[in-house]
């Protein structure tokens, strides 16, 4: 049987070409409009960890530093290549969940409804950064263990906007919208809340009941309505 042959100096090549890409300060978006409706991209954020300083030198050991594994869609955020262990009070864990950088003030763990009644906990829907009546966890890693005391939030949804598009649209900051999606299963979400930032990508966030509720597979867009 003859081996492939496999330029290895080629695939190096283009390793650093895509990842000096996933490094590049990303481009102004225009709006995206087809046939006047104001659309934006959709992705399912499954669960994950943001964390501070004092808790990733707990976890991973002082001074360790996220290695990112992969850019995400929002400019300058990323998935690390470094997980977490999730332990509810039932003593059920849920391994693998991933961190995301960069590193936050405070940590927050974002799970789903689903995911939280397998922890036996009952976190309530919250904006990011907004931990007041939050859940706490035990937080495994492979260094150390933090007893999270806050932090666990179902994710409300939400949608980034640029700037451009809050202005052309006549949108603001915090407005509270519906937004409809289509797919087999066409779908429309009430209280979704906009955050308006000139360095934002306009996409919409549903965590993983959501997004299966909605039936979605994959390059979707969310049409905002009201």
């Not at 290895?8 to 996933?22: K, P």
């Not at 969940?97 to 799970?111: F, H, M, S």
């Not at 939050?134 to 495994?140: G, K, N, W």
């Amino acid at each position: 049987m003859v081996e492939p042959y496999v330029d290895n100096a080629l695939i190096d090549q283009i390793v650093q070409r895509v990842v000096s890409r996933m490094h590049e300060p990303a481009a102004a978006q225009p709006p995206v409009e087809e046939d006047g409706r104001r659309l934006a991209l959709v992705n399912v954020s499954v669960r994950h960890i943001h964390l501070c300083r004092e808790h990733l030198d707990v976890l991973y050991g002082k001074g360790f530093d996220l290695e990112p594994r992969n850019g995400l869609y929002q400019p300058g955020e990323f998935a690390a290549n470094q997980t977490v262990t999730l332990v509810g009070p039932r003593m059920r864990c849920l391994g693998d969940v991933r961190i995301l950088g960069p590193l936050r003030k405070a940590t927050q763990v974002e799970v789903s409804r689903t995911d939280a009644i397998y922890l036996g906990i009952d976190p309530p829907v919250r904006p990011s950064g907004n931990h007041e009546g939050s859940e706490r966890l035990i937080l495994v890693g492979p260094v150390g263990v933090v007893h999270l005391e806050r932090g666990v939030i179902l994710a409300n949804r939400h949608l980034h906007l640029s700037t451009a598009s809050a202005e052309k649209w006549g949108l603001r900051d915090n407005q509270i919208v519906k937004v409809r999606i289509q797919t087999a299963k066409k779908t429309v979400f009430e209280d979704v809340q906009l955050r308006v930032n000139k360095a934002f990508l306009d996409e919409m966030h549903l965590d993983t009941d959501d997004g299966n509720a909605a039936g979605l597979r994959g390059g979707e867009k969310a049409e905002i309505i009201g």
